[in-house]
């Protein structure tokens, strides 16, 4: 028995023409993953959920989810861009931009050697 978003996901796809393949590549998961969502045989994770709502070619709103998960969701969407679905994936990838933040200011305050500041001969 298929959910109700699992039926909304596979109707998405079909509409988009995506095949379970080229969507999972798209959204970074596997295709066995695709094809439980859409047979309603696994509840998604928020991970997959924000996964599946950045595929711009898929075109799955917020609003096309179910009220449990819409619920679970909105914690990942600015106030003003929850009607627009735009997420903001600070959760998911906070820890990435925080690294990459780090590396940065480890960077910036290695002092330049002495090598570099030599005279040639």
Known sequence: MTGPLG???RVKRVVAGLSRLVLARLAGLSEATIKFLEKGKT???ERTLLRLLRTKELGLCLTDLPAPDWRRMQKYF???ERDSVEP???LLFWRQRVRRQIRQKRENQHPVSDCA???TP
Do not use: A, D, Q, V
């Open 7 to 9: 039926e909304r996901l």
């Open 43 to 45: 509840r998604p994770t």
């Open 78 to 80: 600015r106030k003003k």
């Open 88 to 90: 903001y994936l600070h």
């Open 117 to 119: 500041n030599r005279p």
